[in-house]
Every structure is written in C-alpha cells, then in structure tokens.
C-alpha cells in the first residue's frame, strides 16, 4: 500500500466516525427538542436544560462537520437508524403524566447512555489524528457532563412529592 493510499484509507475511517458522531448528536437534538415543546410550562428548569444540550449537540455538529470537510468527506446529514431507538427516550413523555418529571429524566439518561457510547467507541479507533482525537474528547466531556446532570435532575425527583414515581 502506498502512503497516498494509507493517508485515504486512514481519512476514510476517520470520515465515518466522525459522521457517526454527526448522526448521533442530530439524534441528541430531534430529542431534546421534542422534551423541550413537550416540557409543561411549569417545566421551564427542564426546557432550559433541554434547549442547552440541544444547542451543544448543534455545536458539537457545526466542528464535527467542519473536521469532515478538511479531510475531504461529505458530511452526513439526518440521524442514524439507531437513532429512532435513541429518540425512544423522548417518546416516553407521552405514556407518563405530565408531572412526572423523573420518568423523562431517566429516559433522557438512557438516551445520554447511547451517545456516551458512541463516543467511547469513535475513541477506540486508532486511525485519529491528534486534532480530531482532541475534538472527539472534548465533546465527550460535555456528554458526560450532560448525562450527569440529567443524572442529578433525576435523583432529585426522589424527594419532590409532587412527581410521583413510576412502579
């Protein structure tokens, strides 16, 4: 293999992570954007939190895209076939009384599971470059800190009466 060869193979595996990512975090978005129009108006620290993760994951989107261009790639547009099952979490809204805040928290949680790993596994490949290893690991910190924040928002609602828990 030559080493023009090697360069696009290496591009090439990079192109696809990073799309992954792209998908993904358009996944992330579709959903806390339907949490966020569902959220009852007595829910605005939700649909704060909601709008902000959906703003990262745009962010996240706008560097992920940037970085498929300068290697030569097109960069993916829509979400993942997953990522119908990774919406599932925000469809749960529906099937819950509108007070019950910790059921929506516990599906955005699972939903946050998903993108944590997909972002586990970009990092496993050995074909990134220094820059787009930095980038992927700094998204991944901001995904983990959303999923902890949904996580504490979550273990809050055990002492709240007035959102009963699910059995």
């Known amino acids: 293999m030559t080493k023009n060869t090697s360069i696009m ?3 090439s595996e990079t192109i696809e992570i990073l799309n992954d990512l792209i998908l993904i975090n358009n996944d992330r ?5 339907k949490a966020r129009d569902e959220a009852n108006e007595l829910e605005n620290d939700l649909r704060s939190l909601f709008n902000k993760l959906a703003d ?3 962010q996240h989107v706008l560097d992920l895209k940037a970085h498929v261009s300068r290697l030569g790639g097109e960069p993916a547009t829509g979400t993942m076939l997953s990522g119908k099952l990774y919406r599932v979490w925000m469809d749960v809204r529906a099937t819950f009384t509108s007070d019950n805040r910790r059921a929506v928290l516990e599906n955005a949680e699972m939903g946050e599971d998903a993108a944590k790993k997909a972002y586990e596994e970009a990092l496993r490949s050995d074909d990134l470059s220094a820059d787009v290893r930095q980038l992927i690991l700094s998204q991944q910190t901001a995904i983990l800190a959303a999923h902890d924040s949904i996580k504490l928002e979550r273990d809050r609602q055990r002492d ?3 959102y009963p828990l699910t059995t």
């Open 29 to 33: 978005i579709a959903g806390y954007e």
């Open 160 to 162: 709240v009466s007035k």
């Open 56 to 58: 990262e994951s745009r």
């Open 9 to 11: 193979a290496q591009n």
